[in-house]
Structures are given as structure tokens and as C-alpha cells.
């Protein structure tokens, strides 16, 4: 028998076969309205080589996949400077400087708007009070000459966000949101120096600038503050990151030596102290550790590892000094991983997203109708008040408002989430979370998880040296294995060679090369023995029930949910699983294709499908159903089919997913019914002139503050 040529554990999935295609997360700068976040999407899409693009507004994040043999990333920065964005790679010292002179910029203006916009209410209160005898009129034109000047930073320089952003989009053929408000400034500014220059002419004395400043400095006050919510998402992101140290101790031919955390390799020994963050993925060396993993996976608890176990980046160490072997750095360790899928997650476009483009431009059309036909209907009754009224009309209609109520809620919804362990891959899948009726779940690796046992008169030595090793895999076998009780200290294997796909060889004291696998023959699922044959021991193996399945179901059921469970089991030991759980609707002895049809089936009925399994082996039916979720502990998470994964592999945190969800969804109704109820509240108000320009302002900005507020409320 020759043991390495067997098939063992496999403790990865297999490589995916290489791509040519790249993809890269960029934060921006200069977005100020999801129409922004749609221009810059058109335009880096529109490069020879981008496969596709998507831009989060509420994140200020880009997503491109591209060919870098045609595109590279300066290519893509000048197509976002060419747009008006800067954009940067995602890392977290690019990104804050970033995001640092954008909040810089920004607070300069909204400091210069109100502060002349203070000034210019100082020169216009007088003539607030005037019956028209109290102020003369040289000295009403000194006020008013005075307003006009103080007005122009507001004009050339606060006001320049609006103003630019209009510009781009007419230069791009497209009506966003900046359009009709940077035609209210300008109209209003435009009337207001007209009837200084001839206060006889037709607009008489309508001169509005305590409006025109009154509202831009509303309006970049809210910007300001859906500016720092959204700086505030970005940084969660990177929260991980920042959190782990700038130096490492590293063990060096001479003794043990200070390093940068970038000069970590894989391979390398390191040492982390009490308290101090674990700064890459490794294995873990002689002594059992404490760890704080709450910061990955949401787990509040403290985690006890083993000697060989996997000890992640971004663990707080709780216990005594401990020393690991590194197995990934930097943007290769399973942090960085999760993060990516995070920010490629909140760059995705809801489908309510793809129906606003279709009706975005119609109704902004709409908008400079209505606008132009009450500037009309009030240049007949009151030529004075027409562009006044035009400009109330333009500002209190854009929708800022409608475009923050869904894209605020749920990237509030996906930090929150983020922060229990449990991590989005695609966004949308947030919203049919919210719909779901029906949940299907798998058997193995779901509902149940291994159970390993030694066979009676095992040689405790023996035991003793197949624990050992299997400390040194993730495989669920394999952990199961490693949770065996023993009389002695499992073995310290050497020679560790664990490849992607194939599993483990090692090395023991006395020099000879052991496996821990499948049986050679095929007679046992698990087993432990030296290549020449000389010793083996074979593992008997069952599964049972997760210690939260069965009040998880429950949990599922108090919330109005159908169940069913599907598996490709024997239909036996499916029917024994299901009558445990109380579950009617089990089916055993599916295969995947079977899974799907059953899942297609139930679609077809008019149930809205939400499919729970492993992430790798349901993948079929993981693509069929409405959504999608995957327990795993994060290996293999860039190949899973699924919409959402629980970092903490535990059911119990399925049913509150669900009810994040469902509140999500209600925060995004609650939003988008009050910024709809604003909107039919406001316009009648504008078009008959019983709302002034700087009450538009004021109102739009209000609208939009109280939008985001009300979403902050999910990420608690």
C-alpha cells in the first residue's frame, strides 16, 4: 500500500482555472447624487478592456473588472478625473488621505456659505421690515449691491459642486440631479443682478439672493453631513485593516527581530503578545491561545485554538504570548478576502437602481416643464415673482431624497451585518431577503456537522498522533477529529505539506511519512496510518444535528416561514434528520440538478426561495433560488455561489439575517413614502408661490438628512 497516490482530505476547493481578467476596488472622490455614481459607472464602463463597473454612491466606491493588457489603473483614474472624480486605490492610507481632502474641501465651502449667507440675511433684514418709507431707496440699493457681492464666493466657489456636476452631465448628454438645483441658483442669481441693474425693468425690485445663499448653504450643509455618513461607512471597511499592527516581531537566524508588517512572508515565525493583534493568517505553535475574533466574525465570545489550528489576521490575542507560522499577508489573508467581497458587495446595482435610469431622465424633464410652465403662468400674473417661483419649483423637486431612501438603508443594513459575522457578496440579495416565505436547507455540513469516533481498544498513542494532525486542517472531518478527548498531549507533527485540493502528509519523530485521508481501498471516510503500511487506523464516521438546529427552525417558523429539506443523503437518514427536527418537507437522495428543479418548482408556485447550504457542492441550486446563504468559516468564500455568508457557521444567526432584513426593507419604505409624501407635500407649494427659494432649500435638505438619519438607525 502506498498511501500518498490515496485520495485524502480535501481541505480547499480547487483552483479556479486563471483569468486574464483583473478587477479592483477604488474609493471616490466628488460624487455628490447616485446620478453621480451612474455617470462615472457609464464612463469607466465605456473603456476599451472594462468587462463591467459598478459605483456605490452611499459607499463612494468603484468596482471594475477589466483586461490589463488593454486598460490599466491609470487609464481608469484619468476616465475619473476626465468625469470629475478622483479616484484612488481602496487601501486604507490612499483612501483616508482621500476622503480627508474631500471632507476638507467640502467644509471650506459650507463654512464660506454660511457665513456670507449670515451677511447677506444682515443687508436684507432691514428691508425685511420696510412699509416702504423706513429705507430709502440709495440705501436700499447700497443693501442690495452689498448682498450681490457678498453672494459671489457663494456663486464661484460654494456653490461649485452643483454647478460642475450640472455641467458634466449636460456634457454627457444626461439630466441628473444637480441639473435643475444648479438652474435655480443660476436663475436666481441671474434675476436678482438683473433687478439691480434695472429696478424699474419688468422684475421690479425681486431681488432673492438672501434665498440663493440661504439655500446653497442648507443644501451643502446636508451634502456635508451624507458626506461624513458615507466616510463613516467607508472606514468601517477598513476598520479591519487599521486595526492590525505596523510592526511584528519575527524570528531571525540571530534571535528574534522587529519588522515592518509588509516585510512578513509566508513561512515566517512570528511572536504576538498579550493584547496585540494578530497581523497575519498562520497556524498556531506549541501553546494553546485565547482570541478575541469579534472584530472578523461578529463572535462575541473568546475563542480557544489549539497547536496547528488556524488563527486568522485581525484576532486580538487574549492569552499568553503566542507564536505562529504565517500562512498569508496583506491583501491574501482572509480578512482582506472578506473585505473585497464587502466593497464589490456595496458596489452592486439593486434592480430598483437599473428601473430609476430608465425613468430618471423623464422625470427630470418633467421637472424643467413644470418649472418652465409656472415661470410662465406667474411672468403673466406677477413678472417680479416668476423666477422666484422657477426656482423654488427647480430645488424643492429634485429628488435627493428618493435617490439616498434605498441605497442609504441598505449599506447601513450591510455594515451592521458585517459587524455579526455575517458577510454580503451581492446586495440586491438584501431586498429578496426581505420577501423570502420559503427556506430551503441542506442536510450535511447545514443542519448537521460531522461526528468522529475511534474504534474501542484504539492504541491512545496512535489516537494521540492522528489528533495531532489533524489540527492541521480545516476540513469538517478533520476538525471533528481534532475535537476527539485524549488521556495525553497530542502529537507536534513536522514536515506539513497540506496542498489546495489533495490534504496532508507529515513528517513523524521517528522519520516515517504518515497520511490522514480517505482509506486507500475506500473501506473508510477517514483514516490515519504510515505510508509503508506498517500501522493504520480507521475513523468510524456519522454526523448529528447541530446544537442550534433545532431552535433555529423554530425561530424560522415563529416568523411565518414554510421549511423544507433537501439533501442528496440516503432518503433514511434524511427522514431520521427531518423527524428529529419536525421538519414535513424533507426529500433525500437529491442531486444537484434535482435540487434546483424542486427549488425551480416551488418559484413556479409563487414562493419566493431562499436556499441555505455549503456554498460549494449546491451551487446549481444556489444560483436557481431567489437568494442565497452559505455557513462557512470563510474558506474557499470568492468561489461560493452564495448571496450571504455566516462567518460564525452557526443556523442561529439565520432568523435574525431575516429580520435584519425585513427592517431594512422597512426603513427603505418608511424613506422612500416620506421623501414621496415631501415631494406631492412641496411642489403645489412652490408652483403657487407660497415657498421661497431658501424654504425649498431648506426643505430639500431636511428631506435628505432625515432620510439618512432613519437609515443610520439599522447599522445599531
Not at 170 to 185: E, K, N, S, Y
Not at 268 to 287: F, K, S, Y
Not at 422 to 428: D, E, G, H, N, T
Not at 620 to 646: F, H, I, K, N
Request: some cysteine; hydrophobic content about 50%.
Amino acid at each position: 500500500m502506498h498511501a500518498v497516490a490515496a485520495p485524502i482530505i480535501s481541505t480547499a476547493p480547487e483552483a479556479p482555472a486563471p483569468s486574464p481578467a483583473q478587477s479592483v476596488t477604488l474609493q471616490v472622490s466628488g460624487l455628490h447624487c447616485a446620478a453621480c455614481a451612474d455617470l462615472l459607472r457609464a464612463r469607466l464602463e465605456a473603456l476599451p478592456g472594462v468587462h463591467r463597473a459598478g459605483v456605490g454612491y452611499a459607499a463612494a466606491l468603484a468596482w471594475v473588472e477589466f483586461e490589463p493588457a488593454q486598460v490599466d489603473l491609470a487609464a481608469l483614474q484619468a476616465a475619473g478625473r476626465a468625469a470629475g472624480y478622483e479616484l484612488v486605490p481602496a487601501q486604507p492610507e490612499a483612501a483616508a488621505a482621500l476622503r480627508r481632502r474631500e471632507a476638507r474641501a467640502m467644509l471650506w465651502r459650507v463654512f464660506v456659505a454660511w457665513f456670507c449667507m449670515m451677511q447677506v440675511m444682515m443687508m436684507a433684514a432691514p428691508t425685511y421690515f420696510d412699509s416702504g418709507a423706513e429705507v430709502p431707496p440709495d440705501l436700499r440699493a447700497l443693501l442690495h449691491g452689498a448682498s450681490w457681492v457678498l453672494s459671489l464666493p457663494v456663486i464661484l466657489f460654494a456653490a461649485g459642486p452643483f454647478l460642475r456636476g450640472a455641467w458634466r452631465s449636460l456634457q454627457q448628454r444626461r439630466l441628473g440631479m444637480d441639473v435643475p438645483v444648479a438652474l435655480g441658483i443660476l436663475l436666481t442669481f441671474g434675476a436678482s443682478t438683473l433687478a439691480l441693474a434695472d429696478p424699474g425693468g419688468p422684475l421690479g425690485d425681486a431681488v432673492y439672493l438672501d434665498s440663493l445663499t440661504m439655500f446653497v448653504a442648507f443644501l451643502l450643509a446636508a451634502r456635508w453631513l451624507e458626506l461624513r455618513a458615507r466616510h463613516a461607512a467607508a472606514a468601517s471597511l477598513e476598520a479591519l485593516g487599521e486595526a492590525l499592527p505596523a510592526e511584528v516581531r519575527r524570528l531571525a537566524p540571530g534571535g528574534w527581530e522587529t519588522v515592518a508588517r509588509s516585510a512578513l512572508r509566508p513561512g515566517d515565525r512570528i511572536q504576538v503578545a498579550l493584547g496585540e493583534t494578530v497581523p497575519a493568517d498562520g497556524m498556531l505553535l506549541e501553546a494553546p491561545a485565547l482570541l478575541d475574533e469579534a472584530l472578523l466574525s461578529g463572535e462575541s465570545r473568546p475563542v480557544p485554538r489549539q497547536p496547528g489550528e488556524a488563527v486568522v489576521a485581525g484576532s486580538l490575542n487574549l492569552g499568553a504570548p503566542l507564536q505562529l507560522q504565517v500562512r498569508a499577508v496583506g491583501d491574501q489573508t482572509r480578512s482582506a478576502a472578506l473585505g473585497r467581497l464587502l466593497q464589490q458587495a456595496l458596489t452592486e446595482r439593486p434592480a430598483w437602481a437599473c428601473e430609476a435610469d430608465r425613468w430618471a431622465p423623464a422625470f427630470l424633464a418633467l421637472v424643467l416643464l413644470l418649472a418652465a410652465g409656472a415661470g410662465l403662468a406667474w411672468w403673466w400674473l406677477a413678472p417680479s415673482r416668476a423666477l422666484g417661483v422657477v426656482a423654488a419649483v427647480l430645488v424643492v423637486t429634485c429628488p435627493c431624497a428618493l435617490a439616498l431612501a434605498a441605497p442609504a438603508a441598505l449599506v447601513a443594513s450591510a455594515r451592521a451585518l458585517a459587524a455579526q459575522g455575517v458577510w454580503l457578496q451581492r446586495l440586491p440579495a438584501l431586498e429578496r431577503l426581505a420577501s423570502v416565505n420559503h427556506v430551503v436547507l441542506d442536510k450535511t455540513g447545514t443542519l448537521t456537522e460531522p461526528l468522529v469516533r475511534a474504534p474501542a481498544g484504539t492504541e491512545p498513542e496512535l489516537l494521540a498522533a492522528a489528533v495531532g494532525l489533524a489540527q492541521w486542517s480545516r476540513h469538517p472531518l478533520a476538525k471533528a477529529l481534532a475535537r476527539l478527548p485524549l488521556d495525553r498531549p497530542a502529537w507536534r507533527w513536522s514536515e506539513v505539506q497540506e496542498q489546495p485540493g489533495q490534504g496532508l502528509r507529515a513528517l513523524d519523530p521517528a522519520g516515517h511519512w504518515c497520511w490522514l485521508g480517505r482509506a486507500p481501498d475506500g473501506t473508510a471516510a477517514l483514516s490515519f496510518g504510515r505510508e509503508d503500511g506498517s500501522q493504520r487506523l480507521d475513523f468510524a464516521v456519522d454526523e448529528q444535528a447541530r446544537p442550534a438546529a433545532r431552535s433555529s427552525l423554530e425561530r424560522l417558523r415563529a416568523l411565518g416561514l414554510k421549511l423544507s429539506l433537501l439533501s442528496g443523503d440516503r432518503p433514511e437518514r434524511v427522514a431520521a434528520l427531518a423527524a428529529q427536527l419536525e421538519l414535513r418537507e424533507a426529500r433525500g437522495g437529491c442531486s444537484p440538478e434535482d435540487k434546483r428543479q424542486a427549488v425551480q418548482a416551488l418559484q413556479a408556485a409563487g414562493d419566493c426561495v431562499l436556499m441555505v447550504g455549503d456554498g460549494l457542492n449546491d451551487a446549481p441550486v444556489l444560483a436557481q433560488a431567489d437568494a442565497s446563504v452559505a455557513l462557512g468559516e470563510g474558506a474557499g468564500l470568492a468561489r461560493q455561489g452564495a448571496d450571504l455568508t455566516l462567518l460564525r457557521n452557526e443556523l442561529a444567526a439565520l432568523p435574525e439575517l431575516l429580520l435584519q432584513a425585513r427592517r431594512t426593507r422597512r426603513v427603505m419604505r418608511q424613506n422612500l413614502a416620506w421623501a414621496a409624501a415631501y415631494n406631492l407635500l412641496a411642489v403645489p407649494l412652490a408652483v403657487t408661490g407660497q415657498l421661497p427659494p431658501w424654504a425649498a432649500g431648506l426643505g430639500m435638505a431636511l428631506s435628505s438628512l432625515l432620510v439618512v438619519g432613519n437609515a443610520l438607525r439599522l447599522a445599531r
